[in-house]
């Protein structure tokens, strides 16, 4: 009876009981075609429109009202430039996925069939995983000068030594502190005596300290070539008496003996807190250092460094000896670190704590099986979905990272908190897919449903919900994949990984959930048993579930939520609830620290925090070792006076940066050139090459001097302690460089009642250190190396990365917004939205005693992620919901989508909430980061963004829903009031008129 609308000059009209397509009888008037009013006049001409003719329509004809309430302005304006792109963009992709979900719905089986071989067959991948452990292939930038220090002094001195140090102080229970007794010393001994002489087995092969040890002279106070300890590297105040329990228990005068250690530098290395009396005699002392060598053995296996020979070694004579110590000997009390300690604790904490990662998936399938369906059991269930649901994160977990292993990328201890990540993003599409399941079917019971009419809601279903989950899933990916080029190996590697998983979790949503779910829906239409589908119910009489009640979250959203917070006082208390948030999120970012956390990584109750305690209070001055190599033997001849005397250059430096302990000690201060020295000005040449010496109290030339440098500083030579702080060349007629040994002050400070290293002042030392070096102009090329330096590289650079990959990663959230929502305000909304978050999650961080590490950094990326979806979901649907009104289309957008939004905010919420429980520090703040990612990024979603869009969203969508039919006397009392107030309503139905006759004239 009627013909379709032209796009320019006819209106989509709504009315309570019908709705029309027609021509009006003149172009230049609009007119409303109203049923069961009148039989003798239908039409109703509203041109031109005034406020008093719009008040008497509104009395004779209060069903009409709704085409001037809820009036697309789409409809009678003309469309900008961008918004008919966007309209474009919107219908393509709404074409697209219309086409994809009747592919997937007419082909269920194959479709599933087909995820899974190109899941299975991408996960073979697999194989060529590259695993990564060691931290300076991580978390240190490639290239820097950190890296290029360490490699050139590993080329002239080769790490060769393992670690191991137990501290011995009084047990709890003895009365004294004081540890240099003779009983307390023999204690002592006796336990050195069952680590030197404790056997390990590896391989059928028997090992003993001696036998792995690394080689040096001076460990025994006089040398025994029968003592095979005076061969190793061992330093500790029990060389006094070689080592040996027979001549320390016939020693009448202990203190005196402990005396001749050294000076009293040299005491305070190896003895805590020592005292010594006016004379300068030793009194007591309240700790006692012993430090153990063993001469590297390791191999980099499967990405890791592994020493299998030593690591039993350690694990089954060193630990073991020093753990039963405490009950064998009851006056004393070790605490203690091996080299493996930190793998150990570290490694069987997250270990430990996976069980908790279980726990989170069991707890997400429980929460999804209850919510996503209409009912908790019987008919409406959908548990098989909520597993579904689980299936379809595991395919695109296995599928991505065997792509992302067949394309070289690392793989570290972090890329295992990707599995919660794909969790919270494929659990929240999965929901946004089921809602629009649900939204199709129109009120339609399932046994009129023939399969047809399933497919085409499927498709309708898929169409609705696709550019949904394509805007949120192009964000999460674009934003990821800019973070992966990231300067931190570690970061740049789990966001590829993360960008690759996030692309097949969006391609199997599409097609292997959707397919899930029509054959679910099927098995609902034929009354079969939710995940037991072969067995079919007997005929129920309950009220079928016909879709066209709204569940109780979309009913709270458009009947109490939506109402609340855009009402006239929901409007500015919202507004003013987050500027305050915002307001803190940013007094909290600037005041927010990057400190170095490697003590966090440790289990609270691991012995090695027992044993940084004791260092911390014992030996508090003792720090990281620093070592300055001289390069070029010649030059370092020529300059061998000024080298013997550099003590002098790093003197008065222990209290300010570069914090270098003063070098008044063989701890602190260790100088091949100053010992060679000192030795030829008493004992001449005689032993060491017989050379001549000159004027100056040195070998005459430089033949001499690498000949008797070389005899001095071997292991059985008179300079044996030096013997690994020279680098000759093969036959060692040549020096290639040696290293003088320094000692940084230990840099900690005290952060909320716990003791941390401090990351500010590790790297103005190691700046000052260099600034330092380079200032030696008149000395031999030189350069410094510390262990730390790899780390504070990180830190150093950590800072800049956070914020520039977060910062280009919500740049890439808005620019994605605005390609695919296609309007420049919603766009900016939802960019603003998740940056106040991300803002307002740092400020958080703060106030909860959280660090900028390598673990907060890589979670802060993680956020922006997640945090965009909650938003992105509310701001798509705001512009696909048509209407003149803003309250109504946000109320429409709540309504739809809102409880999709919350229920995956929820599941994810839950999930990682089991892993507050974890004592792993990696597990820990993730599971308070996603806490808060969730917890505000749902906020911003459904509260704040609903009121900016309210007040500044856009026209919709030509393509829009037409919007649902209001209640005629609400209508009807906002148009009297806008009439009787302002007449505003009538002068803005004036201007559209207005507009629409000025483009068709």
């Not at 040996?244 to 202990?254: K, M, S, Y």
């Not at 001097?705 to 044996?720: D, M, N, Q, T, W």
Request: glycine share 8%; hydrophobic share 40%.
């Amino acid at each position: 009876m009627f013909s379709k609308p032209d796009a320019l000059f006819h209106t989509l009209l709504s009315v309570t009981t019908t709705t029309y397509f027609f021509p009006p009888p003149s172009p230049f008037s609009t007119y409303l075609l109203v049923s069961n009013l009148d039989e003798r006049c239908p039409w109703v001409e509203l041109s031109p429109p005034t406020a008093s003719s719009l008040s008497n329509l509104a009395v004779l004809h209060p069903n009409a009202l709704t085409m001037i309430a809820d009036q697309s302005p789409t409809q009678t304006r003309q469309s900008t430039c961008l918004e008919r792109a966007g309209d474009s963009i919107d219908r393509s992709i709404h074409g697209f996925f219309y086409r994809v979900g009747r592919f997937c719905c007419n082909r269920p089986k194959t479709t599933i069939g087909i995820a899974l071989a190109i899941s299975i067959i991408c996960a073979a991948g697999m194989a060529k995983l590259t695993p990564e452990n060691r931290p300076e292939k991580l978390w240190v930038p490639q290239g820097t000068q950190a890296g290029i220090e360490e490699e050139q002094f590993f080329e002239y001195f080769p790490a060769n030594s393992r670690f191991q140090n137990v501290i011995i102080s009084s047990s709890k229970n003895d009365g004294s502190s004081n540890v240099l007794t003779k009983d307390k010393l023999v204690n002592t001994m006796k336990l050195h005596e069952s680590i030197e002489s404790g056997v390990s087995s590896y391989n059928g092969t028997s090992y003993t300290f001696s036998d792995l040890c690394t080689v040096a002279g001076g460990s025994c106070v006089s040398y025994d070539v029968n003592n095979p300890i005076c061969n190793c590297l061992v330093i500790s105040v029990l060389k006094m008496w070689n080592y040996d329990l027979a001549t320390l228990e016939a020693d009448e005068d202990i203190l005196s003996t402990l005396t001749n250690y050294g000076t009293k530098e040299d005491l305070s290395g190896v003895l805590g807190n020592p005292s010594f009396d006016s004379s300068g005699k030793l009194v007591s002392a309240e700790a006692i250092s012993i430090s153990y060598f063993l001469a590297d053995r390791s191999i980099v296996e499967d990405g890791s460094e592994t020493d299998p020979i030593n690591e039993e070694w350690e694990k089954t004579v060193f630990l073991e000896s020093v753990q039963g110590a405490e009950q064998e000997y009851t006056n004393i009390y070790p605490t203690y670190l091996s080299s493996r300690s930190f793998a150990d604790e570290f490694g069987g904490e997250i270990q430990g704590d996976l069980v908790y990662v279980q726990v989170s998936y069991v707890v997400a399938f429980i929460f999804v099986g209850a919510t996503m369906g209409s009912r908790l059991c019987g008919r409406g269930s959908r548990w098989a979905m909520a597993f579904s649901a689980l299936v379809l994160v595991a395919m695109s977990t296995v599928a991505g990272f065997g792509v992302a292993s067949l394309a070289g990328l690392i793989y570290g201890p972090v890329h295992s908190v990707l599995p919660f990540v794909l969790l919270g993003i494929g659990v929240d599409d999965a929901f946004v897919i089921a809602n629009a399941f649900d939204r199709e079917r129109e009120g339609v019971p399932r046994e009129k449903e023939d399969d047809e009419s399933l497919v085409k809601r499927g498709a309708r279903a898929l169409a609705r919900s696709g550019a949904s989950i394509t805007v949120t899933s192009l964000t999460d990916l674009v934003a990821f994949a800019i973070s992966a080029s990231s300067a931190l190996p570690a970061l740049g590697s789990f966001c590829a990984f993360a960008s690759i998983n996030i692309f097949f979790l969006w391609a199997l949503s599409a097609t292997f959930f959707t397919s899930t779910m029509l054959l679910d829906e099927k098995r609902q239409r034929d009354n079969r048993r939710d995940m037991l589908c072969c067995l079919k119910r007997k005929t129920i009489s309950d009220e079928e579930d016909n879709g066209s009640k709204e569940g109780f979250i979309s009913r709270y959203f458009r009947y109490y939520h939506g109402p609340a917070i855009l009402s006239k006082a929901g409007k500015p208390v919202t507004l003013l609830v987050f500027a305050g948030l915002l307001g803190f999120g940013i007094y909290g970012t600037m005041e927010l620290p990057v400190e170095d956390s490697s003590r966090s990584f440790i289990p609270s109750d691991s012995y090695v925090n027992d044993y940084a305690a004791a260092a911390d209070n014992y030996f508090p001055s003792s720090g990281t070792s620093l070592y300055i190599t001289f390069e070029n033997g010649e030059d370092i001849y020529a300059s061998r006076t000024s080298l013997s005397a550099l003590d002098s250059r790093v003197s008065g430096l222990s209290d300010k940066s570069p914090y270098i302990a003063e070098p008044d000690s063989v701890t602190t201060y260790q100088n091949v050139m100053a010992g060679m020295k000192n030795y030829l000005s008493t004992y001449g040449t005689a032993a060491i090459g017989n050379v001549t010496l000159g004027e100056d109290g040195w070998p005459t030339n430089y033949v001499d001097f690498v000949a008797s440098l070389s005899a001095y500083a071997s292991i059985f030579g008179p300079g044996a302690p030096y013997a690994q702080d020279v680098s000759f060349s093969s036959g060692q007629t040549n020096l290639e460089a040696l290293r003088v040994k320094l000692e940084y002050v230990r840099l900690t400070k005290l952060r909320r009642g716990e003791v941390i290293d401090d990351a500010d002042r590790q790297i103005e030392s190691m700046d000052a250190t260099r600034e330092m070096v380079e200032s030696w102009t008149d000395l031999p090329p030189a350069f410094p190396y510390c262990v730390k330096f790899i780390d504070i590289e990180g830190f150093k650079i950590i800072n800049t990365e956070l914020y520039r990959n977060v910062g280009l990663a919500i740049l890439a959230v808005g620019v994605i917004c605005l390609i695919t929502v296609a309007n420049v305000i919603t766009a900016l909304l939802i960019t603003i939205n998740v940056a106040a978050c991300i803002v307002e999650i740092l400020g958080f961080m703060y106030a909860l005693g959280l660090v900028i590490d390598s673990v907060s950094v890589i979670n802060l990326v993680l956020a922006v992620g997640l945090s965009v979806d909650y938003s992105a979901h509310i701001g798509h649907c705001f512009m696909v919901k048509g209407g003149y009104s803003k309250d109504n289309r946000v109320i429409e957008a709540l309504a739809d989508i809102g409880a999709s939004v919350l229920n995956g905010a929820l599941s994810t919420f839950l999930a990682v909430a089991v892993l507050l429980f974890s004592t792993s520090y990696v597990f820990r703040v993730l599971s308070i980061q996603f806490a808060l990612t969730v917890g505000l990024g749902v906020l911003h979603g459904i509260v704040l963004l609903p009121v900016l869009l309210s007040i500044l969203g856009p026209r919709p969508f030509s393509s829009a829903e037409e919007p649902k039919n209001k209640d005629s006397e609400l209508v009807k009392r906002e148009v009297m009031d806008k009439t009787a107030h302002a007449e505003s309503f009538g002068l803005d139905a004036l201007e559209e008129f207005e507009d629409l006759e000025e483009y068709e004239a």
